[in-house]
């Protein structure tokens, strides 16, 4: 079974408005990756969050991590047309055995209109 | 290479044929795994392969399903007597290390995209 869930799984808003995503997971882990993914192409990294932080920043992006909720949300701050993609939250379940598996949740789709 | 690099980038096949799909990840990169993402949905893991250690195999669907890496490069996934439920597009990333171990992030290649007829 997937790890993480995102929500909502569409998303769509004006040019300029912030668009906040959310994403839950079920069991502790070591860290929490955000993805985006382009229509039709790879997934590309934006933002690592370690389980002993609580918030990141990177340009207009911004992670929360609550352990104790087993969530994340991600912020895009003043949302452009090309913040257009889907956005996934991926983790990696503690304990050494599963160190490497990275799951990804379903994803939310984020429209940007102009 | 700059990126990783996948191919085929499409591959149609009948149903009951054998195909391979071929993943060069990073020059460097001792981790190399293996998604399938079908249309509309999150990406489901199939296995990963860092340095020498035994892979993880965990999330093959079933045994027509295997995959190799040679010399801790070239990775080729293998599915054997396809079926129509094999349609989706099959993603390989690299990492420098395994992603749970300290900020190690996923560099994904474009994908597969596989049809079964």
């Known amino acids: 079974s997937q790890q993480g869930e995102e929500d909502p799984q569409a998303l769509s808003i004006q040019e300029g408005e912030n668009a906040t995503m959310n994403c839950s997971y079920k069991t502790s882990i070591n860290n929490l990756q955000w993805y985006r993914q382009n229509s039709g192409r790879g997934l590309v990294h934006l933002i690592l969050i370690r389980s002993n932080e609580r918030e990141k920043h990177s340009g207009r992006l911004r992670v929360t991590l609550d352990t104790s909720k087993k969530s994340s949300s991600l912020l895009i701050t003043a949302s452009r047309a090309a913040d257009t993609a889907s956005y996934f939250c991926a983790t990696t379940p503690r304990g050494s055995s599963n160190t490497g598996k990275l799951i990804f949740g379903q994803g939310t789709t984020l429209q940007v209109k102009p | 290479g700059a990126g990783v690099s996948q191919s085929p980038s499409n591959k149609v096949t009948e149903k009951g044929k054998d195909v391979e799909l071929r993943c060069d990840p990073i020059s460097g990169h001792t981790a190399l795994y293996w998604y399938r993402q079908s249309l509309g949905q999150g990406l489901e893991f199939l296995i990963y392969f860092q340095g020498n250690s035994a892979p993880d195999k965990s999330g093959l669907p079933s045994d027509r399903f295997s995959a190799e890496r040679t010399g801790g490069s070239v990775s080729t996934l293998t599915i054997q007597r396809t079926q129509q439920e094999d349609s989706a597009v099959y993603l390989c990333?690299?990492?420098?290390?395994?992603?749970?171990?300290?900020?190690?992030?996923?560099?994904f290649g474009a994908g597969s995209r596989l049809t079964v007829l």
């Open positions: 990333a690299s990492s420098l290390g395994l992603a749970g171990a300290g900020a190690n992030v996923l560099t």
